[in-house]
C-alpha cells in the first residue's frame, strides 16, 4: 500500500467537477492525470517508463481511501472569460455572433462563462491511501514522476507531491482531517480510475498537443466509460462487495455479446478457474418504446460458479483480472458511450428478490414441461427454494434484443425468455440454463 501527499501552498482548492460544483474530495482520477503528467517530464528513459508502468497498475488498483481537511464553500460565482477558439464555420453571419464587439455594443459574444468556485481548507494536506504493492524501484519512480508535479486542482492552487509506503490507516485522523471512504456499488459524482483511465488521458493528451494534425484537430473523448463514477462518504462501507465489475468504453449490442463473453470466460477459466463472467445488460421487465433498455451490453460481471461468498482479497484479486481483461477486448466502433447506467451497480443484480426475469436469452430443451424440470432442479439445488410459477416465451421480450446466434452449440436447445417466481426471496446474480459462459441465461430481479 502507498500513500501519496498533496501539500497544497494555500490553504484552498479550486478543482471544479463538470457541473461546475467543487470536486471534493478530490476525485481520485486527478490524482493520477497529475501523476501521469508529472511522469512524461521525468526525463531518465528508465525512471519514466517505471512510473508509467506503476501507474498503469495502479489504474487496476481499488479507490483510494482520502485523509482530507475540513472544506467550507466559497461560492464564487462565475466570469466571463475571451474565447480562445474560432468557429468552423466562418461566413459573416457566424463571426458577426461571435465576434466582440463592447466597443460599440458592450455585448459578451466573444466571451465564455468560466466557473470559479473552490472550497477553503482547514489545513493543506490531502492523503490518498491506495492499496498497491509497489517495490523500491516503482516507488523511487513514482516519486520522481510527483517532484513534477507543479500544482493540484488548478494552477491557482500550487502544491507540492509524493509518494510513500502507506501511512498507519488503523489510526483515524484527528480533527479537523476526516476520512473519506470509497463505495464503488454506489456510483456518485466522483470520477474514480479503471484500466482504460491512463488510455483516454493519453488520447486526448494527443488530441489536445499531438503534432499529428489528424488526431489534434479531434474533440476532446468525453469521460463517459473511461472513468469509473463512484460515492464517497465518512461512513465505512461495508466489507462484503456483491461482486466484481468492469465497464466498458462503448456497449455491445445484444446479439454480439456470445462471442464476446465466450473469448472473455475463456481467459478467467485459465487464471481463476471458479470465476464465471456475466454481461451487465440494460434491460427492461416489459418491452417499452425507451430506447434504452435495448439489451445492450455496457459491462461484465464475475461471480463465483457455485454462488458461495468469497473474501475481499479473492474479489479484489478476480476484480482486477477482470478489469484487465475486458481492457482487451475488441472495442465496438458502433457502440455507444457508457455512460452511468444502473445496470453497472451490483445491487441491481443481487437483489434478494422472489421474482426474476432473463436478461439474455434462457438456453433450455424446447418443451416447457422439460424447462420447468430443469429450473425447478437447479433453483432447489443451488438456492434450496421452490419454483412456484414460470412464463416463458420465444419471442424476445425486448422486441429491439433479437434472437442470438447458437454459434458452434449444435445441442438443438431453443432460446426462451423467461419470469420466474421462488418460494422465497433468494440473492443473486442469477445464471440458469446451458452456455451461461456464452451470456446465456442471466437473470435480473424484479423492481
Same mark, same amino acid.
Given at each position: 500500500?502507498?500513500?501519496?501527499?498533496?501539500?497544497?501552498?494555500?490553504?484552498?482548492?479550486?478543482?471544479?467537477?463538470?457541473?461546475?460544483? $467543487?470536486?471534493?474530495?478530490?476525485?481520485?482520477?486527478?490524482?493520477?492525470? *497529475?501523476?501521469?503528467?508529472?511522469?512524461? *517530464?521525468?526525463?531518465?528513459?528508465?525512471?519514466?517508463?517505471?512510473?508509467?508502468?506503476?501507474?498503469?497498475?495502479?489504474?487496476?488498483?481499488?479507490?483510494?481511501i482520502?485523509?482530507?481537511?475540513?472544506?467550507?464553500?466559497?461560492?464564487?460565482?462565475g466570469?466571463?472569460? =475571451?474565447?480562445?477558439?474560432?468557429?468552423?464555420?466562418?461566413?459573416?453571419?457566424?463571426?458577426?455572433?461571435?465576434?466582440?464587439?463592447?466597443?460599440?455594443?458592450?455585448?459578451?459574444?466573444?466571451?465564455?462563462?468560466?466557473?470559479?468556485?473552490?472550497? @477553503?481548507?482547514?489545513?493543506?494536506?490531502?492523503?490518498?491511501?491506495?492499496?498497491?504493492?509497489?517495490?523500491?524501484?516503482?516507488?523511487?519512480?513514482?516519486?520522481? @514522476? @510527483?517532484?513534477?508535479?507543479?500544482?493540484?486542482?488548478?494552477?491557482?492552487? =500550487?502544491?507540492?507531491?509524493?509518494?510513500?509506503? @502507506?501511512?498507519?490507516l488503523?489510526?483515524?485522523?484527528?480533527?479537523?482531517?476526516?476520512?473519506?471512504? $470509497?463505495?464503488?456499488?454506489?456510483?456518485?459524482?466522483?470520477?474514480?480510475?479503471?484500466?482504460?483511465?491512463?488510455?483516454?488521458?493519453?488520447?486526448?493528451?494527443?488530441?489536445?498537443?499531438?503534432?499529428?494534425?489528424?488526431?489534434?484537430?479531434?474533440?476532446?473523448?468525453?469521460? *463517459?466509460?473511461?472513468?469509473?463514477?463512484?460515492?464517497?462518504?465518512?461512513?465505512? $462501507?461495508?466489507?462484503?462487495?456483491?461482486?466484481?465489475?468492469?465497464?466498458?468504453?462503448?456497449?455491445?449490442?445484444?446479439?454480439?455479446?456470445?462471442?464476446?463473453?465466450?473469448?472473455?470466460?475463456? /481467459?478467467?477459466?485459465?487464471?481463476?478457474?471458479?470465476?464465471? /463472467?456475466?454481461?451487465l445488460?440494460?434491460?427492461?421487465?416489459?418491452?417499452?418504446?425507451?430506447?434504452?433498455?435495448?439489451?445492450?451490453c455496457?459491462?461484465?460481471?464475475?461471480?463465483?460458479?457455485?454462488?458461495?461468498?468469497?473474501?475481499?482479497?479473492?474479489?479484489t484479486?478476480?476484480?482486477?483480472?477482470?478489469?484487465?481483461?475486458? *481492457?482487451?477486448?475488441?472495442?465496438?466502433?458502433?457502440?455507444l458511450?457508457?455512460?452511468?447506467?444502473?445496470?453497472?451497480? =451490483?445491487t441491481?443484480?443481487?437483489?434478494?428478490?422472489?421474482?426474476?426475469?432473463?436478461?439474455?436469452?434462457?438456453?433450455?430443451?424446447?418443451?416447457?414441461?422439460?424447462?420447468?424440470?430443469?429450473?425447478?432442479?437447479?433453483?432447489?439445488?443451488?438456492?434450496?427454494?421452490?419454483?412456484?410459477?414460470?412464463a416463458?416465451?420465444?419471442?424476445?421480450?425486448?422486441q429491439?434484443?433479437?434472437?442470438?446466434?447458437?454459434?458452434?452449440?449444435?445441442?438443438?436447445?431453443?432460446?426462451?425468455?423467461?419470469?420466474?417466481?421462488?418460494?422465497?426471496?433468494?440473492?443473486?446474480?442469477?445464471?440458469?440454463?446451458?452456455?451461461t459462459?456464452?451470456?446465456?441465461?442471466?437473470?435480473?430481479?424484479?423492481?
Amino acid at each position: 500500500m502507498i500513500t501519496i501527499h498533496v501539500t497544497l501552498y494555500r490553504n484552498g482548492f479550486h478543482g471544479l467537477r463538470d457541473t461546475g460544483e $467543487p470536486d471534493w474530495p478530490p476525485s481520485p482520477r486527478r490524482i493520477l492525470g *497529475a501523476l501521469l503528467a508529472g511522469a512524461h *517530464a521525468v526525463a531518465d528513459d528508465s525512471t519514466r517508463d517505471r512510473a508509467l508502468d506503476a501507474l498503469q497498475r495502479l489504474a487496476a488498483a481499488p479507490p483510494p481511501i482520502i485523509d482530507a481537511p475540513t472544506a467550507i464553500p466559497l461560492g464564487l460565482p462565475g466570469t466571463y472569460a =475571451p474565447k480562445t477558439w474560432l468557429p468552423d464555420d466562418k461566413s459573416p453571419r457566424i463571426i458577426d455572433n461571435f465576434l466582440d464587439l463592447s466597443l460599440i455594443g458592450l455585448n459578451t459574444k466573444s466571451r465564455v462563462l468560466k466557473p470559479q468556485d473552490g472550497v @477553503a481548507l482547514s489545513g493543506g494536506t490531502i492523503m490518498f491511501h491506495i492499496d498497491l504493492d509497489c517495490g523500491d524501484a516503482e516507488l523511487a519512480a513514482l516519486e520522481a @514522476a @510527483a517532484r513534477h508535479v507543479p500544482y493540484f486542482g488548478t494552477s491557482k492552487d =500550487p502544491a507540492d507531491l509524493s509518494v510513500t509506503d @502507506a501511512d498507519n490507516l488503523d489510526a483515524p485522523p484527528k480533527p479537523p482531517v476526516a476520512r473519506w471512504y $470509497p463505495d464503488a456499488r454506489m456510483p456518485g459524482p466522483t470520477h474514480g480510475w479503471q484500466s482504460n483511465t491512463v488510455k483516454w488521458f493519453e488520447d486526448n493528451f494527443q488530441r489536445a498537443f499531438g503534432r499529428n494534425p489528424a488526431i489534434a484537430g479531434l474533440p476532446p473523448i468525453p469521460p *463517459a466509460g473511461f472513468v469509473r463514477p463512484l460515492s464517497y462518504g465518512r461512513d465505512v $462501507p461495508a466489507v462484503r462487495a456483491e461482486f466484481p465489475t468492469a465497464q466498458l468504453a462503448r456497449s455491445v449490442p445484444n446479439h454480439r455479446i456470445p462471442p464476446l463473453i465466450l473469448q472473455l470466460n475463456t /481467459a478467467i477459466a485459465k487464471a481463476v478457474p471458479d470465476w464465471r /463472467a456475466f454481461p451487465l445488460t440494460v434491460s427492461h421487465e416489459q418491452d417499452k418504446p425507451s430506447a434504452n433498455g435495448d439489451g445492450r451490453c455496457v459491462g461484465f460481471g464475475l461471480m463465483l460458479l457455485d454462488g458461495s461468498d468469497s473474501s475481499v482479497e479473492e474479489q479484489t484479486r478476480a476484480g482486477e483480472l477482470l478489469a484487465r481483461y475486458v *481492457a482487451q477486448l475488441p472495442e465496438q466502433p458502433h457502440g455507444l458511450v457508457v455512460g452511468r447506467s444502473g445496470a453497472l451497480n =451490483p445491487t441491481t443484480w443481487t437483489g434478494p428478490a422472489e421474482t426474476w426475469y432473463s436478461t439474455t436469452p434462457l438456453r433450455a430443451f424446447p418443451d416447457k414441461r422439460v424447462v420447468h424440470y430443469e429450473l425447478a432442479k437447479q433453483l432447489k439445488e443451488r438456492y434450496g427454494v421452490e419454483l412456484r410459477d414460470l412464463a416463458l416465451q420465444l419471442t424476445p421480450r425486448i422486441q429491439r434484443s433479437g434472437r442470438w446466434s447458437n454459434g458452434d452449440l449444435a445441442d438443438g436447445l431453443a432460446q426462451w425468455w423467461a419470469t420466474l417466481t421462488v418460494s422465497e426471496q433468494i440473492e443473486g446474480p442469477l445464471l440458469l440454463g446451458a452456455a451461461t459462459d456464452h451470456g446465456f441465461g442471466t437473470f435480473r430481479p424484479r423492481s
